[in-house]
């Protein structure tokens, strides 16, 4: 497959959630980009069934757009070196890249798209930027709230949902799954319009 491959509706998309790779860090809140991308590869019946770039892909059609999901197996803190040769292989313009990751400073149940920004502090965001030279592309961040008092937040994301908060996961990845739906049908404008609410309003 090469970078010119698209449809009539436009160009290639990329979506990319962001996590670490391995069994031990799966349930992790860090890896929650990774277990939304990949309920939207199931929601369509895609399979991350091929690596190309430091990633594991799953390559279809998702709402009349050819799109390609990545799952980078760099480890969280080495992101770019992964998403940026994507990014290039598949001549994907800037606009045209998603990327999905957690955010301490959201409660959880609680979703952000913006077209552009900084980091946030994110390191797996914070390579991406370094890698590309540019903050200007989507992105989708994904509330994991706060530790508790007394957590070191390095601990705290790399640890497990309670079963509390498992509770609220199913409904939480239908709407990233809608937001990122809505992205490539109808762009990140009306996306942030109809998905940037507090989970309280919903």
Known sequence: MTGDVGVETGALKLIVGLGNPGVAYAANRHNIGFQSVDRLAEAHGLRFDKLQHKARVAIGTLVDHHTVLAKPLTYMNLSGQAVVPLLRFYKVSLPDLLVLYDDLDLPLGTIRLR????????????????????EDFPRLRIGIGRPPSGWDPADYVLSNFTPAEQSLLPGLYERIVAAAETWLREGITVAMNRFNVAAGEL
């Open 115 to 134: 077209p552009s920004g900084g980091s946030g502090g994110h390191k797996g965001m914070q390579s991406i930027i370094e890698q590309l030279g540019s």
